[in-house]
Each structure stands twice: as C-alpha cells, then as structure tokens.
Nanobody
Framework: VQLVESGGGLVQPGGSLRLSCVGS????????MGWHRQAPGKERELVAA????????NYADSVKGRFTISRDHAQDTVYLQMNSLKPDDTAVYYC????????????????????WGQGTQVTVSS
C-alpha cells in the first residue's frame, strides 16, 4: 500500500487549499479513506472520512461546513477541499486507508485506518 499526499502549503486565514492523495497497491474503490491531522503537541485526529461505494462522508465538528472530502475512483485519488481556513487548522495532514474492506459505516477515529501517507504540511498564518 502506498499513499502520496500533495497540495499543502502556507495560506492566509480565510483562504482555501485542496489536498490530494493518490493510492496504489490496493483496490482503492473497495476501501474507505480518511484525512487526519496532527498539530505539534497534539494527538492525531480524524478530520474527514468517506466510505467506499456510495461515498458517504463524515466530518469532525471543527471542520463541518468548511471542509469537503471526495474521491475519484478513476484516478484512485481522495481529495480534501479546505475553505475558510483558520490558524487552528495548522497541522500535518495525512490520508489513510480504511482498515476493513467493503465497510460502509462511519469512521470515528484514527484507529479505524491502517495505512498512512507521509503527510503534507498546512500552515494558516497571516
């Protein structure tokens, strides 16, 4: 399994970024995917997740209404569109593959995922 994130960077408060993650080495369409983040001194947290198949989504309360997760099965890619960014969104963002194949339920924590990308830094600052 290989997951490669891109799209991070420095953005001003209120700005937008779109993160991408390309998966390989597994049947991408058969697994849920998630975006997580970890800020300095804090635990890794699940930000957004999307199921296989129907693509049902769930979000952390802190990003609801601002972030959107989506996936493109033809490109084996999962995206995280981040709008109205705040300084508190500053973190390393990781994409991850769901632990269970064909799981269509919600994801609640990083424990539900078993393979991780290398991460991409997002810094929100003026």
């Amino acid at each position: 399994v290989q997951l490669v994130e891109s799209g991070g960077g420095l953005v001003q408060p209120g700005g937008s970024l779109r993160l991408s993650c390309v998966g390989s080495g597994f049947t991408f369409s058969s697994y849920g995917m998630g975006w997580h983040r970890q800020a300095p001194g804090k635990e890794r947290e699940l930000v957004a997740a999307i199921t296989y198949g129907s693509g049902r989504t769930n979000y952390a309360d802190s990003v609801k209404g601002r972030f959107t997760i989506s996936r493109d099965h033809a490109q084996d890619t999962v995206y995280l569109q981040m709008n109205s960014l705040k300084p508190d969104d500053t973190a390393v963002y990781y994409c991850a593959k769901g632990r269970r194949k064909y799981y269509g339920g919600s994801y609640y924590s990083s424990q539900d995922f078993d393979s991780w990308g290398q991460g991409t830094q997002v810094t929100v600052s003026s």
